[in-house]
C-alpha cells in the first residue's frame, strides 16, 4: 500500500523544514487528524484519539512560522501556568491529594507527548514515513499512559484541572527545526531521563504504600524504554553511527536546543540498564552519569541553576514524560 494518498506533491519538496504548504491538510488524511488532536481541548479526547487514518496527506507542509505558533488546545478552567509548582516532596505523598497532584504533573507530560508527536508529524513532512508512523504509535502509547494516570488520578478523589499544568515541552520542542534535533529532545532528552526518574518516583510510592500508583509509574517507565530506542536508532542513523553503536554523546550534545544540556536529561540514579536497552552505549551512560560531577561532588541541580534560561524553576517539569 502506498503511503500517501494520490495527492500529488509540489515541485521541489525533499528537504526538512521546506516552506511551501497548503493551508489545510486534506480531510481524512493522519495529518488532518493530528492537527485535530492538537488542538482538542477536553482530556477524554487527549486520552482516547481513537484510530488514526491510514494515509498520510503527502502534501501538507506547515512552516516553521505555523509550526512554531501551533498551541495545544487545552480545556477551559485548566490553569496553565508559566512557572512550575513544586512537585510534593516524598513525605507528603502519605496524602491522596499530594499523590494525585503528582500523578497530574505525569498526566500533562504525557499528553504533552503524545501533542508533540503529532506536532512532529506535521513539522517534518519529509521524515521517512517509517518515522512518522513511528511516532503515531508513540502517540498512540502517550495517550494510553496519560489516561492511565487520569483514571488513577480520579481514584485519588482529584480530577484533571484541580491541579495547574505546565507546557514545558511544548516550550522546548516547538523550536526544533529537524527530525534530528526533535528526536535529541524529545526521545533522548526528556524520555531518557523519564526512565530514571519514573524508577525514582516509583520507589517513593511504594515508600507510602500505594502500589496501585507505584506499579502504574512502573509500567510506564519500562514502557518508555522502547521510545528511547525509537530515538535511538533514528538518530544514530541520521548521524552516520555504524550498526550497533547507537547515538554518539557529542552528536547528541549538539543537536540540543541551546541552553539545554545533557545534565538535565538524567535522573538520580542513572539506570544503566534500562537505557542500555533503550540503545544506549556504555560510553554514552559513562559520559551522561559524569555530568555535573566537579571533583567527585555533584554540580548545582538543574533546577537550582535555573536550566531553562530564565531562572524558572523547571524540576517538576524535568521529571517525568
Ligand atoms: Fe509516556
Ligand atoms: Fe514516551
Known sequence: MSQHSPRPRSPGEGAWGCEHSLTAPEVGTIEAWCLDYISAEEVAAKCSPGE???????????????????????????????RAERIPRPAALREASARAKLLHVFMHHEIQAAELSAWAIL???????????????????????????LGRVRELGSQYGDFAVRDWFWEKARHCTTPLQYTALMGLGFEGANIDHAARFERQLRDVNDERSADLVGQVGREEVSHV??????????????????PDYDRWCEAL?????????????????RRARAGLSRSFLGRLMSEGK????????????????????????????
Open 229 to 246: 530506542r525509537f530515538a535511538s536508532r533514528w538518530f544514530a542513523e541520521w548521524t552516520g553511527e555504524a550498526e550497533g553503536d547507537g
Open 52 to 82: 488514526p487514518p491510514a494515509l498520510f496527506d503527502g502534501y501538507y507542509a506547515p512552516d516553521l512560522a505555523v509550526c512554531s505558533a501551533m498551541a495545544p488546545g487545552r480545556g477551559v478552567g485548566l490553569r496553565v501556568q508559566e
Open 123 to 149: 513539522r517534518f513532512p519529509d521524515a521517512p514515513a517509517e518515522f512518522r508512523r513511528g511516532l503515531l504509535g508513540i502517540l498512540d502509547d502517550e495517550a494510553r499512559h496519560a489516561q492511565m494516570y
Open 294 to 321: 566537579v571533583r567527585g561532588t555533584t554540580q548545582k541541580s538543574p533546577r537550582r541553576a535555573g536550566i531553562d534560561g530564565s531562572g524558572n524553576d523547571s524540576d517538576s517539569e524535568l521529571c517525568r514524560e
Open 257 to 273: 536546543p541551546p541552553p539545554l544540556t545533557p545534565a538535565v536529561f538524567k535522573g538520580d540514579p542513572v539506570q544503566v540498564e
